[in-house]
Every structure is written in C-alpha cells, then in structure tokens.
C-alpha cells in the first residue's frame, strides 16, 4: 500500500498542469507597481455600494448587454476620425485586359495605379531618348552660337614648332585625359646647325619617325595636363642643351632599325599611255562605231532593248489544263479508268 501510494506521489509531482486562464484573461494597460508588500486595493465607487447588498436582476443585466452590442458598432464608427472621402463615392472600375476572365476582377485593397506603369527598359529607352533630345536641342539652339567665338586659321612659325595634342572625353572623367602628346621636326628647332640636329635625331632614338622627319613623345606620369606638358618641354630643353654641348657623335650612323619601310609600289613607266598610243586606241573606236552602224542598218545588230519590250508587249500563250472526264463506264480488271483530255 506505501509502495503504491508513494508511485502515485511521484507521478502527481511529474505531472506539471499549466495555468492556461492566465493567457486569455484581459490584462490591465496601466502600469503597475515594481514592488509592494501590501495586496492590491480597489476604491469602489459609492455609487456601487448599494449592488453589494441588493441581488442582481438576470432580465436586466441581459438587455444591457443587447444594448451594448447594438450600438457597439456605431460608437465606434463616431469615434473614427475623418480622413476627408466618402466610402458610397467610390470609383467605378473597368474591366481591362489584365483581369478579363477574372472572376474577382477588383481587389478592395489594390490601388489603381499598381499596374498601368512601363517595364525597367522602357524606362531606359525613354531615359535614351530625353538624351538625345537634349543634344539635339544643344545642337540647333547653342551650338550656333559658337560662331562668334571662332578664330581665323593662323599657320604655326619657326618660333613654335612644338605641337602638343590634348584627349578630352566631354565633362567625364577618365584615366587617358591626363595623357598629352608633343611633335616636333627637328630642322625645324631654331638655333641648331645641321651637325647638331643629326645629333638631336641619334639622341631621340626611337621616337624618331625617319620618313616623316617627325619626333613623337607623350607622358601620363602626373595627373594632370599641365604638369605632363611641362615635363615633354623641360624633356625638350635637356636635349637641346645636350645637343649644343659635347660629342657631335659624327662617327655613329643614324640608327633606323626600330622602323618598318613599307615598300609602295609605283606604276610602271612602260604602263603608261604616250600620245601614239591615244591615237591608236581613238582609231579603232571609230572603226568600231562605224561597223555597228551598218550592222544596224543592214538589221544585223540586235537591239537588246527592244528585244525586251516585245517580248514584254506580246500576251503569253496559256498552257493546256488536263480535265478528267469519265471512260464511259468501261472497267478493266474491276476498276473504272479514268481518261484526261486537253481543253
């Protein structure tokens, strides 16, 4: 009997039973004290003093309760605030395309708008042609105005014969901007002999272009214009004090091998027409046109033209339609033939 009495203390004391009221039971809003060694009070009202006494009235209490839940919705309708629009004035809504066949076609809470705007890439072809418009408006309204600011051509002097070359990329910005290139022709430096400007070619090495006569330099080091513009000219001024001083390197041939020659080939003088030639080519047209004459007027010459238009002008002949008829009813080897003639 102990034995059994102490399993089922056991299994009473396993067995947890959770206290599920308190979760749907109304919880209050105000907030509450942190601590209190007290129980809580409640004032009552006097007004409810005289119920504690007196027994409560089941009929009553019931039609309060009708009551309450009548008026319960317009209590609360009244007690919402006015956000300017009637619900009884809704817009009617067509049917379109994207809901024919619907049978929910409209969705109280679908907006009107959602679906009547354009996909990503139309917005990107329309953002392509505001582009275009705008340079073209550029082109018609401003770009004539530039006009004015035009200079009259004035060809280099010998006292610029440095040619500097710029990359812009209109207003963006790119790595190459930076980038600045110089020519010059070196017979073309003033102050030079001509021993020393064969001395400024060897000293040039392959930047020189030994068809053209024309060296060719550029620099991107620093990150801007101006700075690499000054260093090709300092670059320039070293080489020319370079080549007024020193060494005249005359013993040391020009090296060119850094360079392709490309061969052009040129039109053989044998080739070409001499006057005796004209003469003979001039005769035999002639004689060419004369003999087309006769053939012409004998009516030996066929005139492709005219060929063409007749045969054109002339109607085509229509080609027989085979029409199947019947062979009188004759069978051979039980089947009935069937016999095509030309109308």
Not at 7 to 20: F, K, V
Not at 85 to 97: I, M, N, S, V
Not at 130 to 139: C, D, S, V
């Amino acid at each position: 009997m102990a034995t059994a009495l102490q399993s089922l203390r056991m299994t009473a004391r396993c067995c947890s039973c959770r206290n599920i009221t308190s979760r749907y039971t109304s919880k209050a809003i105000a907030q509450r004290r942190l601590f209190s060694t007290t129980p809580r009070q409640y004032k009552i009202d006097p007004k409810f003093k005289d119920l504690e006494e007196t027994e409560p009235d089941e009929d009553e209490f019931m039609e309060e309760i009708d009551d309450l839940f009548e008026n319960a919705g317009a209590r609360h309708a009244n007690n919402l605030p006015s956000y300017g629009f009637d619900e009884g004035l809704k817009k009617k809504l067509k049917p379109t395309f994207l809901n024919m066949g619907d049978p929910e076609p409209f969705d109280e809470d679908d907006r009107e708008d959602d679906h009547d705007d354009i996909t990503t890439l139309a917005h990107m072809e329309l953002e392509q042609v505001r582009e275009i418009r705008h340079y073209n408006r550029l082109a018609a309204w401003e770009m004539p105005m530039l006009s004015k600011l035009a200079k009259p051509f004035v060809p280099p002097s010998t006292e610029t014969p440095l040619r500097f070359r710029y990359t812009s990329y209109m207003g963006e910005q790119h790595p190459a901007e930076k980038k600045v290139v110089m020519e010059f022709c070196p017979a073309d430096m003033p102050g030079l002999t001509e021993v020393q400007t064969d001395k400024l070619r060897k000293l040039v090495g392959t930047r020189l272009n030994p068809e053209t006569d024309i060296v060719k330099m550029s620099c991107e080091m620093y990150p801007s214009q101006a700075q690499n513009k000054r260093y090709l000219g300092d670059l320039v001024d070293s080489l020319l004090a370079e080549a007024k001083t020193g060494d005249t390197f005359e013993d040391v041939p020009l090296d060119t091998r850094h360079h392709v020659f490309k061969t052009k080939p040129k039109f053989p003088v044998g080739w070409r027409l001499t006057e005796e030639r004209k003469k003979e080519l001039e005769q035999y047209r002639r004689k060419m046109v004369e003999t087309d004459s006769n053939r012409e007027h004998i009516g030996q010459l066929v005139d492709g033209i005219e060929t063409i238009q007749q045969k054109l002008s002339n109607p085509k002949a229509k080609e027989p339609v085979p029409e199947t008829i019947a062979a009188g009813g004759r069978i051979i080897a039980n089947k009935k033939v069937v016999v095509k003639r030309l109308v």
